[in-house]
Each structure stands twice: as structure tokens, then as C-alpha cells.
């Protein structure tokens, strides 16, 4: 099966519309106008073109993240699938361009933005047995402090926003 992936530059013209399905599916959806500006010679100006209109619709984490970070007015980049469907009911019919995005962010051309890692969406993956403490093994055997207290590695204490994922070896365990 192919897509047509694309991306475009524009304006988030309503406000992004955040909701949960009874299956716990999150979607955030919002519509996009996508200007376009050409040379006019008559004029010998640069002049707006009318928009292209798409609605844009955000799935499972990343639609968390569009509901908290994208808001009415602000310019974004958007890369997704593109759908076209054509539409009739009993008064009108007609054709919706929509974009099923796959990453939404703000166009850095427009403005400067702060980078905020996203907590997790599902709860941590158990450690592998490897990594489950032994009662057998005493404090220094299995990596832990000389006090008799845990250490959990550096993934495990690495902070919001940091890169390091759950579970990941720490680097003491590398150099092993």
C-alpha cells in the first residue's frame, strides 16, 4: 500500500480539538491554512495567494502533545499521510484534504520555542531479569551502594527531559 506523504508550512486557524475515544484512542485535530504568495508583474509586488485549507488530525501521544503545545494563530510545520475524500450529505457535497500527521511542530522561521520532553504515555517496561535484583548476591555483586541501598543505574535516574530511556544499561554496566 502507498501514501503520499507531505509537508506543509501554515497557520493553525481554530482551535485544536482534543478528545479520547471510549477504546482510550487520543486525537487532536485542527484546521491548517496553507498560503501561498507569487510574484505579481502587473504589480511588480509580491502578493497572497488564497489558501489551501487542510484539517489536520494527530493521534495517541503525539495528539497529547499538539493540545498542549499548539494553539490558534501559530505558525507549524506538519508531515503526515495525505487523505482526500470526497463528502456528500443532503444539502451539499464536496472534498476534504486532510493530513494524518505524523510529526507536528512550530516554524522556527516565525518564532523561538522551548524543548520539553513529553512524559512517557504507558507506564515504564519491567526490568529484564538480568537487571532484578538477586537476594542471593550481596549489595556490591549486584551494583548497588556500599549502604545497602540500590543503585538503580542511569536510567533509571535520569530526569524529565532527559534522553536516557527506561531500562537502558547504565554505563557502568557498558564498561563491564
Excluded at 35 to 53: L, T
Excluded at 110 to 139: F, G, I, K, N
Aim: aromatic fraction near 6%; charged fraction near 20%.
Amino acid at each position: 500500500m502507498t501514501s503520499d506523504t507531505m509537508t506543509l508550512t501554515g497557520i493553525v486557524a481554530t482551535t485544536p480539538r482534543h478528545l479520547v475515544t471510549s477504546s482510550g484512542l487520543a486525537i487532536t485535530s485542527f484546521r491548517l491554512a496553507s498560503g501561498q504568495r507569487r510574484f505579481d508583474r502587473k504589480r511588480n509586488a509580491w502578493v497572497d495567494a488564497d489558501p489551501n485549507w487542510y484539517t489536520v488530525s494527530s493521534f495517541r501521544q503525539l495528539a497529547h502533545n499538539v493540545v498542549a503545545s499548539v494553539r490558534k494563530g501559530q505558525h507549524v510545520v506538519v508531515t503526515g499521510r495525505l487523505r482526500v475524500r470526497d463528502w456528500e450529505n443532503a444539502d451539499r457535497n464536496g472534498t476534504s484534504v486532510e493530513l494524518e500527521a505524523d510529526a507536528i511542530g512550530h516554524d522556527l522561521t516565525w518564532c523561538t520555542t522551548a524543548y520539553v520532553r513529553s512524559a512517557p504515555a504507558a507506564a515504564p517496561a519491567p526490568r529484564p531479569a538480568m537487571e532484578q535484583e538477586d537476594p542471593e548476591l550481596d549489595a556490591s555483586e549486584q551494583g548497588g551502594s556500599e549502604q545497602g541501598g540500590s543503585d538503580q543505574g542511569a536510567a533509571e535516574q535520569a530526569e524529565p527531559g532527559s534522553f536516557a530511556p527506561r531500562g537502558a544499561p547504565s554505563l557502568a554496566t557498558l564498561d563491564s
